[in-house]
T-cell receptor, first 113, second 115 residues
Framework: DAGVIQSPRHEVTEMGQEVTLRCKPI?????LFWYRQTMMRGLELLIY????????DSGMPEDRFSAKMPNASFSTLKIQPSEPRDSAVYFC???????????FGSGTQLSVL | AQSVTQLGSHVSVSEGALVLLRCNYS??????LFWYVQYPNQGLQLLLK??????LVKGINGFEAEFKKSETSFHLTKPSAHMSDAAEYFC?????????????FGAGTQVVVTP
């Protein structure tokens, strides 16, 4: 298996632009998580899905952030409009039913100028 | 709310020496505890987990951790450090057995291994 796949690997954009991060979980996994990592706040859970349904989005910082999971093999995290304080590494992770191990993607390094 | 505290943001060890990374947790219910490792420019990998079975947990790459309820600790150890152990290590807690992925992470400990 190719593991959790995230794209792009790096994203540089200007303040005010829309940013879309993408994630493909491991095939057969039914839970998907979006985490953000910054120096100031460490690793934070933004949102997670079970069977494509958002279960807990309490970590989403504000209305500029939205996430979708239209099917079991794809999820997006969108920021509109982006701000410099959104600069961080965004990780997607997944696990399957009965699994006890969370698999992380390599992350998207986002820089908002 | 569950939380973990990692003592020491940076640890330097000599190759072959003991690695000891400290983690204390706060939880109102029996905790599920994890150690993850992050190598540069990579995602996190699970080293080991405690889920209320044996208190001494063995993980990958020669690491182990001991759950001590009386001390609310879950320290990570490795008897002999290798250069490849240089990475950042995160302790994490989850209180929901049906949501392994909903984790509260510690701030992380950066490990440097010197020859």
């Amino acid at each position: 298996d190719a593991g959790v796949i995230q794209s792009p690997r790096h994203e540089v954009t200007e303040m005010g632009q829309e940013v879309t991060l993408r994630c493909k979980p491991i095939s057969g996994h039914n839970s998907l998580f979006w985490y953000r990592q910054t120096m100031m706040r460490g690793l934070e859970l933004l949102i997670y899905f079970n069977n494509n349904v958002p279960i807990d989005d309490s970590g989403m910082p504000e209305d500029r952030f939205s996430a979708k999971m239209p099917n079991a093999s794809f999820s997006t995290l969108k920021i509109q409009p982006s701000e410099p304080r959104d600069s961080a590494v965004y990780f997607c992770a997944s696990f399957g039913q009965g699994g006890e191990k969370l698999f992380f993607g390599s992350g998207t390094q986002l820089s908002v100028l | 709310a569950q939380s973990v505290t990692q003592l020491g943001s940076h640890v330097s060890v000599s190759e072959g020496a003991l690695v000891l990374l400290r983690c204390n947790y706060s939880s109102s219910v029996p905790p599920y505890l994890f150690w993850y490792v992050q190598y540069p420019n990579q995602g996190l990998q699970l080293l080991l987990k405690y889920t209320s079975a044996a208190t001494l947990v063995k993980g990958i790459n020669g690491f182990e951790a001991e759950f001590k309820k009386s001390e609310t600790s879950f320290h990570l150890t490795k008897p002999s450090a290798h250069m490849s152990d240089a990475a950042e290590y995160f302790c994490a807690v989850s209180d929901l057995p049906d949501s392994w992925g909903k984790l509260q992470f510690g701030a992380g400990t950066q490990v440097v291994v010197t020859p």
